[in-house]
């Protein structure tokens, strides 16, 4: 079995630029969810789809970011304009009803 | 605001003995609780969920909950180096399909 793919996997932007990331999960997971884990911290939750249907956004800074799940699959998340606290791995992962969550390898991101 | 908190270490272990790492958490509405393992670089990986009180064994693994303390703690028996890395706690809501909160990790270093 496939599993979570993310790509790119490194990404270095200046402050003010703008990035994506796109996650496919695995097959058959309804659920997705975008993390994001700053060095030394454990990851935070931006983001929940359900299908394509947001589940939960309250931590997500919706002036800079933003996310889609087009078709209930694929997702992407963007940050426009970056900064520099934005310097993080940005985590998707996927889950089927009540099963455990399964990550990707993550994007680390870098604003210089 | 949902907080789990974990010592972050690190913490020393050698060889053969067994490795004690506990959580808190502060929403007494938290009904699932995770622990996840991070090796450097990498991404998270499930260990062992915990739903009710009382312990929770897999192989030289002991999850165990008190929910009355709002408590969390794993267990490690035989460490072996290959169990050095970060050891996430996360707490959750409901069923495996909700977005967590995790901890900042503690960092487990086990002795040859």
């Known amino acids: 079995e496939a599993g979570v793919a993310q790509s790119p996997r490194y990404k270095i932007i200046e402050k003010r630029q703008s990035v994506a990331f796109w996650c496919n999960p695995i097959?058959?997971?309804?659920?997705l969810y975008w993390y994001q884990q700053i060095l030394g911290q454990g990851p935070k939750l931006l983001i929940q789809?359900?299908?394509?249907?947001?589940?939960?956004d309250s931590q997500l800074p919706k002036d800079r970011f933003s996310a889609e799940r087009l078709k209930g699959v694929d997702s992407t998340l963007k940050i426009q304009p970056a900064k520099l606290e934005d310097s993080a791995v940005y985590l998707c992962?996927?889950?089927?009803?009540?099963?455990?969550?399964?990550f990707g390898q993550g994007t680390r991101l870098t604003v210089v | 605001q949902k907080e789990v908190e974990q010592n972050s270490g690190p913490l020393s272990v050698p060889e053969g003995a067994i490795a004690s790492l506990n959580c808190t958490y502060s929403?007494?509405?938290?009904?699932?609780f995770f622990w996840y393992r991070q090796y450097s670089g990498k991404s998270p990986e499930l260990i062992m969920f915990?739903?009710?009180?009382g312990d929770k064994e897999d192989g030289r693994f002991t999850a165990q909950l008190n929910k009355a303390s709002q408590y969390v703690s794993l267990l490690i028996r035989d460490s072996q180096p290959s169990d050095s890395a970060t050891y996430l706690c996360a707490s959750g809501s409901g069923g495996g399909a909700d977005g967590l909160t995790f901890g900042k990790g503690t960092h487990l270093i086990i002795q040859p």
């Open positions: 929403d007494r509405g938290s009904q699932s």
């Open positions: 915990i739903y009710s009180n």
């Open positions: 992962a996927s889950s089927f009803g009540v099963s455990e969550a399964f």
């Open positions: 789809f359900q299908n394509n249907g947001v589940v939960d």
């Open positions: 097959s058959g997971h309804a659920t």
